[in-house]
């Protein structure tokens, strides 16, 4: 087992930053792909990006793709997405997963956060 708490979200203007945290316990991190997705209230999940089990590879939506990006700190247990120049259109609660495989598809992944809210105001 996994667990996974995320932080980091909360409100901010266009054009703003935010850093959020996923914060992993349990089994051994490394050995784990770590996937961030958003949700809006109506809609499925969306990748967002992934970072590999020790960091060497990364992955990027097409719409955060130069905006945001994701790091790993696996002696923290930790996984950040960074996020630079938000948009209105990046407000969404965001979700880290942990699962075995370094993929896009959310069903690929064995183990979820609570979601974090992040709101960006225009």
């Known amino acids: 087992q996994v667990q996974l708490v995320e932080s980091g979200g909360g409100l901010v203007q266009a054009g703003g930053s935010l850093r959020l945290s996923c914060a992993a316990s349990?089994?051994?991190?490394?050995?784990?792909?770590v996937g961030w997705f958003r949700q809006v209230p109506g809609n499925g999940r969306n990748f967002v990006a992934a970072i590999s089990w020790r960091g060497q590879r990364t992955y990027y939506a097409d719409s955060v793709k130069g905006r945001f990006t994701v790091s790993r700190d696996n002696a923290k247990s930790t996984v950040y997405l960074q996020m630079n120049n938000l948009k209105p259109e990046d407000t969404a609660v965001y979700y880290c997963?942990?699962?075995?495989?370094?993929?896009?598809?959310?069903?690929?992944?064995?183990?979820w956060g609570q979601g974090t809210q992040v709101t960006v105001s225009s």
């Open positions: 349990g089994r051994t991190f490394s050995d784990y792909a």
């Open positions: 997963a942990a699962g075995l495989l370094f993929r896009v598809q959310d069903s690929t992944y064995d183990y």
